[in-house]
């Protein structure tokens, strides 16, 4: 094991001087992060001794997320024409990405081989989703012994996430299921949780945008943040309300260009907050749903609030490291809008019906057209350096099953967005032969200025290929 330079760093000293040098708006009960601006540097400028190599002087940091969409998708479907390189056409599941083509990488031949059944029978879904970042063979077990692997985000976290207000963030637009038997004697908290802290410990994602807004923007403990939401609610205020002689006070420190970006950004919380609001006013459907109160009945506006969330904690450095579960793996959910009344999962295992097939096809299309609202908008998000968010950040796509119907676990579906702050050479259809899916995460924390990671889970080594 290499020596890990960042071991004797004074972690509590990072955050306070990493805080002190950037910019919050405050007021009773909110704690508003700002994203850069340059009018205030050197004064804003980020804590980001870690950024990409071969980058010296930049004061972006890099940002990672890991994207995970269940039961696999249609191969035939997936993968762009084309022997590799820069010479590709996109694929029809994916050419809603067509406009961040410039920021893609496409990578075949990665496989999660510790999903396999390895003589545990069947729960390749359970497998697929517990095994998706750690790269270590889950534990067969529905009781409350549950055991997996410290994932890729949480390694990257312990070394940098004292630089963020929050190490690392965890959503989900699933419910969330701690325990129970979920798929084949394997427990929930496999298909349930992306991110592990340590082998027996899952870290339970947020599936309410309200709670994720309250944690980006309130102030004080869960309690009071839940507390102070109840006090603007009933006095139907915005939490702008309470920034507002703060932020009057920045605005004449900023130039024109920044006071335009200061009023872009301001605006954009307020929309969403007021989105939540709306899903907040809506009529329960299903009484006998446990769904809280914020979380939109629509599907896509669901991920599309989680999407938005994830950028503002991007964009204000809240946070430099996050997990999207998308839906947990074997999601049966059904898809009215597009006209899909049977369960995705049901429709996976399609026995070579065409029907079937094209049905499955167009969920593996809206799935990656949500994904590519969200790319536009961090390609065209601009950080303190002229350069996009989505340039500055590494975004995984994929899943943990291949094909669906035959549960593989080779060749998996993964896209690779970002530049990685200039250390990534995206644009490309990458064949990286067969090699662990951990392989890209080694490479992606190398990025991340994470030191000393010789291995992960089943690594064999990194992946040089995608940069």
Not at 209 to 226: H, K, N, Q, Y
Not at 312 to 326: E, I, K, N
Not at 420 to 439: C, D, E
């Amino acid at each position: 094991m290499k020596p890990n330079p960042l071991s004797h760093r004074n972690p509590s000293a990072e955050r306070r001087a990493s805080f002190n040098r950037r910019q919050f708006l405050r007021g009773l009960g909110a704690c508003m992060a700002l994203p850069a601006f340059e009018s205030l540097r050197p004064f804003q400028a980020l804590a980001a001794p870690m950024v990409a190599p071969g980058t010296p002087g930049k004061v972006a940091p890099v940002r990672m997320a890991f994207l995970y969409v269940p039961n696999g998708t249609i191969p035939s479907a997936w993968w762009p024409e084309g022997d590799g390189g820069n010479d590709f056409a996109l694929s029809p599941t994916l050419r809603p990405l067509e406009t961040v083509r410039h920021q893609l990488q496409v990578i075949s031949g990665l496989e999660d081989i510790s999903a396999n059944e390895g003589g545990d029978g069947g729960g390749d879904h359970a497998r697929a989703g517990g095994t998706f970042l750690t790269g270590v063979r889950i534990r067969k077990t529905a009781g409350s012994d549950i055991h997996a692997g410290t994932s890729i985000d949480q390694i990257v976290a312990n070394q940098i996430g004292h630089l963020t207000r929050f190490p690392s963030l965890e959503l989900t637009c699933d419910a969330v299921r701690k325990a129970g038997n979920c798929d084949s004697g394997y427990s929930c908290a496999y298909e349930y949780n992306l991110a592990w802290r340590s082998p027996t410990q899952p870290l339970s994602p947020e599936p309410n945008p309200r709670m994720v807004f309250e944690r980006l923007f309130g102030d004080g403990s869960r309690t009071e943040r839940i507390q102070n939401l109840q006090r603007r609610q009933q006095a139907q205020r915005s939490i702008l309300d309470f920034i507002r002689d703060d932020a009057g006070a920045l605005e004449r420190k900023l130039n024109g260009r920044d006071r335009q970006k200061l009023d872009q950004y301001l605006t954009g919380v307020r929309e969403i907050e007021q989105r939540i609001e709306k899903a907040e006013q809506m009529p329960i459907i299903n009484p006998d749903v446990d769904a809280p109160a914020g979380i939109p009945a629509n599907y896509e506006e669901h991920i599309a609030l989680m999407f938005d969330m994830l950028m503002l904690a991007f964009q204000t450095d809240s946070t430099r490291v996050a997990t999207l579960l998308m839906a947990g793996e074997g999601s049966n959910r059904t898809f009215t809008e597009i006209g899909l009344s049977e369960g995705h999962h049901n429709l996976t295992h399609h026995r070579n019906q065409q029907e079937m097939i094209d049905k499955v096809k167009q969920i593996d299309l809206w799935y990656v057209k949500q994904l590519g609202k969200f790319l536009e908008k961090m390609d065209q998000a601009l950080d303190v350096d002229g350069q996009s968010l989505l340039h500055h950040s590494m975004i995984v796509y994929g899943s943990g099953n291949a094909d669906g119907n035959r549960h593989t676990h080779t060749n998996l579906p993964i896209l690779l967005a970002g530049s990685g702050g200039g250390a990534l050479k995206p644009g490309r259809y990458v064949k990286a032969g067969s090699a662990p899916l951990t392989n890209l995460f080694l490479s992606m924390a190398d990025r991340m200025g994470a030191q000393g990671i010789e291995r992960h889970g089943d690594s064999t080594g990194r992946l040089e290929a995608i940069g």
